[in-house]
C-alpha cells in the first residue's frame, strides 16, 4: 500500500487522484488518499466519476480508500487558499509518518503550490525540502525518471548564474553517488553507468567555451571513477541525448535544471516520474505543476500520476523481495 497525499486542493491533484483509483483499481498498485472524503465525493459527482469513497480500511478493488485530511475552507478549482495551507501540510507530514513507521510501503505526493503553503506559514522551499526535514536527510537529490531517460540535476530551483556559482566538485560528487547508490538498491541495477554532463557548449571545446569541464567536472570524474563507479564524461550537452547516446548510460548527471529537465520532458512528459533519492523513505511524484487554468474541468491528463504510482509500486516490490 502506498500514502497518495492531497496536494492543492484548488488544482488538479483531486481529480487525478480519483482517475488514478479508476486507472488502477484491478491492478494496483493499491493506495490511500490522504485527503478530504468529502471534497472528493463532490469532485466525483461534479465529474461524473464513478468512484466510491471509502475508509482507509476499505479494500483497494471496491472504493477509494480515504485517511482523513479535513479542509478548513472549501477548495475552488483554479484559486488556491492559503487557509487550507494547514490540512496540505498536514497530509505530507502523515504520509511520511505512515512510510517511517512501515505502516505504507512509499508515499507519491500529489502537486503542491509553494506560494499558498507560504501564505499559510510553509518555512520550506519546496516538497523536496520538507521531506528532507521530515526524514532527517542531509541531501536529497531530484531524478526524474522515463521509460526512455534518467536525470539527475547537481542544481535545482536557482537561476542559471546561481546555478553555474554553485556548481562544484563535491557537489557533482555527491549527486552522482546518490544515484549510483539508489539505481542499485533500488532499482536493480547491478552495475550503473553514469553520464556526467558538461556544462559549457561542445563540452567547453578544450576551454575554449568555458573552463568548469576542466576545473569542476572532470576532476569529479576522475574521483568518481577511482571509487569504482562506471562513469563518462563530461558529454556534450547537445548531443548526450540523442538515442544511441542515451542506450550508453543508466542516467545522466546534469550540471543544472532545465539541462536535465527539458530533455526528458520532450521525450516522455506524460510519463515522466519525480523521484526523491537519499531519502529513509520511496517518494515519487508526477512530473507537473497543479495546472490551474483546467481545474475542475475533467481534462487533467492522469498519466504521470499513474506513473508515479506504479514505479513506486514496482521500486516497493524490488526492495521487499530483495
Not at 76 to 99: C, H
Not at 116 to 127: E, I, K, Q, R, V
Not at 201 to 218: K, N, S, V, W
Not at 277 to 301: E, F, K, M, Q, V
Request: glycine share 8%; charged share 20%; with cysteine.
Amino acid at each position: 500500500m502506498l500514502a497518495l497525499t492531497m496536494g492543492d486542493p484548488s488544482g488538479i491533484g483531486g481529480e487525478l487522484t480519483l482517475r488514478a483509483w479508476l486507472a488502477t483499481r484491478a491492478t494496483g498498485p493499491a493506495f490511500v488518499a490522504l485527503d478530504d472524503p468529502e471534497r472528493l465525493a463532490v469532485l466525483a459527482a461534479e465529474l461524473n466519476l464513478s468512484v466510491p469513497i471509502g475508509s482507509e480500511e476499505t479494500a483497494f478493488a471496491d472504493a477509494l480508500p480515504v485517511r482523513p485530511v479535513r479542509l478548513a475552507a472549501p477548495a475552488t478549482p483554479g484559486r488556491p487558499d492559503s487557509a487550507n495551507a494547514p490540512a496540505v501540510i498536514a497530509s505530507i507530514r502523515q504520509a511520511v509518518a505512515l512510510a517511517l513507521s512501515g505502516a505504507v510501503d512509499g508515499v507519491v505526493t500529489n502537486p503542491i503550490n509553494k506560494a499558498a503553503l507560504y501564505a499559510g506559514g510553509f518555512a520550506h522551499p519546496g516538497h523536496t525540502e520538507f521531506l528532507a526535514h521530515l526524514t532527517g536527510t542531509a541531501t536529497p537529490v531530484m531524478m526524474l525518471a522515463c521509460p526512455a531517460l534518467r536525470v539527475v540535476p547537481v542544481t535545482v530551483h536557482v537561476s542559471l548564474r546561481r546555478a553555474i556559482e554553485a556548481l562544484s566538485i563535491e557537489a557533482i560528487l555527491t549527486a552522482a553517488r546518490i544515484a549510483a547508490a539508489a539505481l542499485a538498491d533500488r532499482f536493480g541495477i547491478a552495475r550503473p553507468r553514469l553520464a556526467i554532463a558538461g556544462l559549457n557548449p561542445h563540452a567547453g571545446e578544450g576551454g575554449a567555451m568555458g573552463e568548469e569541464e576542466a576545473t569542476i567536472i572532470a576532476p569529479a570524474v576522475a574521483a568518481l571513477r577511482a571509487e569504482g563507479l562506471d562513469v563518462s564524461g563530461p558529454w556534450p550537452p547537445d548531443t548526450m541525448f540523442t538515442d544511441a547516446a542515451r542506450a550508453r548510460y543508466d542516467v545522466a548527471i546534469c550540471m543544472y535544471h532545465d539541462q536535465a529537465l527539458i530533455p526528458l520532458k520532450t521525450l516522455d512528459m506524460r510519463h515522466g516520474v519525480n523521484v526523491t533519492l537519499g531519502l529513509p523513505i520511496l517518494r515519487t511524484s508526477p512530473d507537473h505543476g497543479t495546472a490551474y487554468d483546467i481545474a475542475g474541468r475533467g481534462i487533467a491528463d492522469p498519466a504521470s500520476l499513474i506513473a508515479a504510482l506504479c514505479l513506486a509500486g514496482e521500486l516497493a516490490k524490488r526492495r521487499r523481495t530483495r
